[in-house]
């Protein structure tokens, strides 16, 4: 009778496991431990910032990703204001910031605090237009960022997230996924380091087919790690399992603007006549 209740529960177990495989194959797939040299969140201070246009989810992302940083062990505070910018004191404490502000007005002021705390030592990390596309006339931001959303050609469409590097610890492992959600057409830093790509078609604007531009990339600023991940148009786009790996991985990588060494690369899209 014993041995008859074990068989059925090994087949119970087998049966669940092959379910949960079968309805996200990709979760099986997505292989976290790739990760390991990544600074930990441990006791870490983040700051999530959110606001602007509501078409974005920046509520809805801040309240999705905040209690997967606590679980990992940060210490995440959360502002609807991008006055807490200007408090430079608060602003030296933290280790990373969180920003999901989409097409917003930033103040002089305000702006100067953010790109200060960068410049000192503190990552900011973000997604699609929270970071990619939140203050359209500010340059100096956008310098800090790397890039800046120009369109999304068909809007919210299928396409592929392309891994370029898996040599990097945020990428290792990761394999090419496919995501419905904006494919973001940017204007980018081309001295990035880039982690992943996407590659347009023309089935919405025939001048870029074939266009292939940066979905994830990392970079400094100042003393500062910057990370950004292009996908994000909801926050249910990292129910994806490599969407919220990369992100986690992006984040943790960030975190260690204060701690970490800086890390060296000159990678030019647009190599000069006397690079090596």
Known sequence: MINKIYSVSCQLMVLAFFFLCTVNPAAASVPSD?????????????????????????????????????KLGAIVTVSDSLGVYTNEKLMASFDL???SWTMGQISGEQEKGLLNAVRNGAGIAGVHGGLGDSFRNNPGYQYMVGGQWVAHPGGVID????ITNQNDPVT???KDFKIKSEQYYLHV????????????NADHDDWIDGAVIPVVWKKT???????????????????TPEAMEILTRGIRWASGSKYLPKEEWVSPVYPGKNSK
């Open 97 to 99: 910031i969180i920003q």
């Open 189 to 200: 830093d081309p001295n990035m380091k880039v982690l992943a790509t996407t590659t347009f």
């Open 221 to 239: 600023y100042g003393k500062g790690r910057v990370f950004y991940f292009a996908v994000g148009h909801v926050a249910k786009d990292f129910d």
């Open 159 to 162: 396409h592929t997230v392309e």
């Open 172 to 174: 290792r492992g990761i």
């Open 34 to 70: 790739q990760a390991d040299e990544l600074p930990s969140l441990k006791g870490k201070k983040v700051l999530m910032v959110w606001g602007g246009w509501e078409g974005h989810e920046p509520r809805q992302f801040t309240e999705k990703i905040k209690p997967h940083l606590e």
